[in-house]
């Protein structure tokens, strides 16, 4: 048996199929905030997806997006996100963000401010400093810190490690490479691990944006940056086609790209199921015990997951 998640999605559409917002998990306030934004305020996708994906921020989603929890192995928190922009196929991405809450107004920043892609780290936190964003000291809590504090008394335990000394399913680092075969015993991907907020939004004028936002994985390898902020494998967005995202092990689901395989798979007529259900083909093939599920929605305002 091949442990997909079951992906419990929340769907804000009017009686005509478009507007509609697509969300991954239980986040009923960042859906609503981003359909207030299309339907109340007559915003763009763009707005709607910033606007719903920051809600999730402030709220810090299940611990698993904005600041405050989920450190890496040094003790810090750090921050991913996207988003893009269907009808020019802009994108702005940040990764490892050091020292900003706001991950994806960074992100929206990089897009309407640079010709760039993505800028990742404290450089990152540096521009959206110079951009009116703010300047966070730290994205840690108390909360983040009882974490750190707990892993570390576990012997570390999971972490990411592998074919290195001491062993890394009984000891802390630092690590060094080794020639056996090692790694930790304990699965670091569950379900308490990985839930990104990925959101899909078509406005009034059939416009297109996909975007992501998450503090990654629990006790990661600091500098680690996962597929939330990847052009394609944390979501995807064409106008006239539809859009996908991706949430779940971001380390394995960013060498398929699965968000732009789903909307390719749509713009050659299958319906959104279908399409998703081709992009995972692939991942579970070579990663049987793959843990990961995705949402999608076409032009028309029929979704799946």
């Known amino acids: 048996m091949v442990p997909i998640l079951l992906l419990n999605i929340l769907v804000f559409v009017c009686g ?4 509609i917002v697509v969300t991954t998990w239980s986040y009923p306030n960042a859906t609503r905030a981003a359909w207030i934004e299309l339907t109340q305020n007559h915003g763009n996708a763009v707005d709607a997806v910033v606007t719903g994906c920051s ?11 904005g600041f405050g929890s989920k450190p890496d192995e040094s003790g810090n928190t750090t921050l991913d996100a996207m988003i893009m922009d269907g009808k020019t196929m802009d994108v702005g991405a940040v990764g490892c963000l050091t020292n ?18 993505l ?6 936190s540096r521009f959206a400093a110079d951009m009116g964003l703010g300047w966070d000291s730290s ?4 909360k983040s810190e009882s974490q750190y504090s707990e892993w570390k008394q576990k012997t570390c335990q999971p972490n990411f490690w592998e074919n290195v000394t001491p062993d890394p399913s009984s000891s802390c680092g630092p690590y060094h490479p080794d020639n ?3 790694s930790s015993i304990m699965d670091s991907i569950d379900i308490d691990n990985h839930d990104t907020i990925a959101m899909l939004a078509i406005d009034q004028n059939g ?16 500098g680690r940056v996962g597929d939330s902020p990847i052009v394609g494998a944390g979501s995807y967005a064409m106008n006239g086609v539809g859009a996908a995202a991706s949430t779940g092990n971001g380390d394995i689901m960013m060498r398929f790209l699965p968000a732009f395989h789903a909307v390719m798979m749509m713009q050659v007529g299958m319906d959104p199921l279908n399409a998703l259900t081709t992009a995972m083909r692939p991942i579970t093939q070579y990663y049987p015990m793959f843990r990961g599920a995705m949402i999608a929605v076409n032009q028309n305002g029929d979704y799946g997951s």
């Open 16 to 19: 005509d199929k478009t507007p």
């Open 55 to 65: 809600a999730c921020e402030t709220a810090q989603c299940r611990g698993a997006v």
């Open 100 to 117: 900003t809450k706001s991950a994806i107004a960074v992100a929206k920043a990089v897009m309407k401010y640079t010709k760039h892609t």
């Open 119 to 124: 800028l990742v780290g404290e450089k990152a």
């Open 139 to 142: 994205l840690s809590s108390s």
């Open 180 to 182: 056996t075969t090692t």
């Open 207 to 222: 416009d297109i944006s996909s975007g992501t936002s998450t503090n990654g994985l629990n006790h990661k390898i600091p």
